[in-house]
């Protein structure tokens, strides 16, 4: 069966320091990848995704990157926090080649406080 | 721009009561929407989807294209309901979505004993 695995799933980190999240799923192969995030007061919203190795696509524009260097490994980084980029972050799969009625397979969730 | 609006932050009923969970969507096109609920310590995960048409643990929704609605209906609360519910959307503008969703901003529901 399939597995999503995104650590760590608590981190304080300070303002200007670099930020590595990473993600991986067991299972699959060639799936497509996502990072969310969620800020305080807001939905869900999607950061970044990929569907396939090195592949990014950003949604929204801001202070971070991410990175496929394999097929089931997704990285979130930033080289210097901004305290903006407080909130908790969660990393999805779906199969991909698939349209758009596909289940999204969530993570456990990363709560990053930036102070 | 997609957006998905749930109105209610917070929803209190009592166990045994009808509970509908609010969510509206506006695109230009066609979207597929989705329930997605979060149980405590648990991780998020599909409740149902538009496209299936069925009835998960007593939820149903109905996509109402005239009202842009998507609401979540149960009539018979459960205190193991208690989760938070994001309404979802994914939509296809002329090639694949990819998997993307759009979620709304998610309702807190507490079912009372």
């Known amino acids: 069966s399939q597995t999503i695995h995104q650590w760590p799933a608590t981190l304080v980190q300070p303002v200007g320091s670099p930020l590595s999240l990473e993600c991986t799923v067991e299972g699959t192969s060639n799936p497509n990848l996502y990072w969310y995030r969620q800020a305080a007061g807001r939905g869900l919203q999607l950061l970044f995704y990929s569907v396939g190795i090195g592949q990014i696509s950003s949604e929204v524009p801001q202070n971070l990157s991410a990175s496929r260097p394999q097929d089931r490994q997704f990285i979130l980084s930033s080289k210097k926090l901004l305290l903006s980029d407080s909130g908790f972050y969660l990393c999805a799969w779906s199969p991909g080649l698939t349209g758009m009625n596909t289940e999204a397979f969530f993570g456990q969730g990363t709560r990053l406080t930036v102070v | 721009a997609q957006r998905v609006t749930q109105p209610e932050k917070l929803l209190s009923v009592f166990k045994g009561a009808p509970v509908e969970l609010k969510c509206n969507y506006s695109?230009?096109?066609?979207?597929?929407l989705f329930w997605y609920v979060q149980y405590s310590r648990q991780r998020l995960q599909l409740l149902l989807r538009?496209?299936s048409r069925e009835s998960i643990k007593g939820f149903t929704a109905d996509l109402n294209k005239g009202e842009t609605s998507f609401h979540l209906k149960k009539p018979f609360a459960q205190e193991e309901d208690s989760a938070m519910y994001y309404c979802?959307?994914?939509?296809?503008?002329?090639?694949?979505?990819?998997?993307?969703?759009?979620f709304g901003q998610g309702t807190i529901l507490t079912v009372h004993p």
């Open positions: 538009h496209i």
């Open positions: 695109y230009s096109g066609s979207p597929e």
């Open positions: 979802a959307s994914t939509y296809n503008a002329g090639g694949t979505s990819y998997g993307k969703l759009t």
